[in-house]
């Protein structure tokens, strides 16, 4: 099994920054393509942003493009979403999200939700 933590989550204000990790252990070789999602209050679960197995050609939706960044860390275990120019609709729980890469799919990611496994998620509020 693999076990996914997120954190960094927080109160800011508007314009403000915040960094996210999602910190893997367990069954690290299914930590390869990992998504961020989200969920605010009374709307349904969104794709925000993925990377991909090689940290190739990290994808984001339109909302986020040019203000959130994907990365991982050299181990490999570790995921970032940093976050800047928070505005309040980014406010929601944020979760990460990981599935295994077969070859020929290390350099892609989805924002689907067929990810495989689930962190607990993390509180992002954004207000003045």
């Known amino acids: 099994q693999l076990q996914l933590v997120e954190s960094g989550g927080g109160l800011v204000q508007p314009g403000g920054s915040l960094r996210l990790s999602c910190a893997a252990s367990?069954?690290?070789?299914?930590?390869?393509?990992v998504a961020w999602f989200r969920q605010a209050p009374e709307k349904t679960r969104e794709g925000v942003a993925c990377?991909?197995?090689?940290?190739?050609?990290?994808r984001y939706i339109a909302s986020v493009e040019g203000r959130f960044t994907s990365s991982r860390d050299s181990a490999g275990n570790t995921v970032y979403l940093q976050m800047n120019n928070l505005q309040p609709d980014d406010t929601a729980i944020y979760y990460c999200?990981?599935?295994?890469?077969?070859?020929?799919?290390?350099?892609?990611?989805?924002?689907?939700?067929?990810?495989?496994?689930w962190g607990r998620g993390t509180q992002v509020t954004v207000s003045s």
């Open positions: 999200a990981s599935r295994s890469a077969p070859p020929g799919y290390r350099d892609h990611c989805p924002l689907d939700p067929e990810y495989t496994y």
């Open positions: 367990g069954l690290t070789s299914d930590f390869a393509t």
């Open positions: 990377i991909s197995a090689s940290g190739k050609n990290p």
